[in-house]
């Protein structure tokens, strides 16, 4: 799945991004493909050294932590790295905590 991914082509294979990068963090992009939706955390827009060698071991750390997870209920699916910098995984359904206001609190649906 996502195998035809490249770097080159997320731009216009994405249907929706879900964070702006900054100079330190990744971009986050919504893709679809054959009708299964992913997110993919994209370092390449992210400046060279940045990219180069901080962004290249978090993808390492992050994808040997999603294969050590695999099957484990609420953890996204690993589906691949493309080109040491960026990662794709399934989406998971879910609230964005940014979203949720100042004191509110979350409820036990929250976590299952």
Known sequence: MFQLLTI????E???GILRQPTNTRPIIRFVEDNGVQGVVKDFSINGFIYRTLIGRFLLWRESY????LKGIK???AFYRKISGLA???????GN???HISEGESLNLD???
């Open 74 to 76: 609420g953890v996204p």
């Open 87 to 93: 990662l794709v995984v399934s989406k998971a359904p």
């Open 65 to 68: 932590v999603y294969k050590r």
């Open 8 to 11: 080159k082509n997320l731009p």
């Open 96 to 98: 964005n905590l940014e």
């Open 110 to 112: 929250f976590f299952s």
């Open 13 to 15: 294979k994405q249907i």
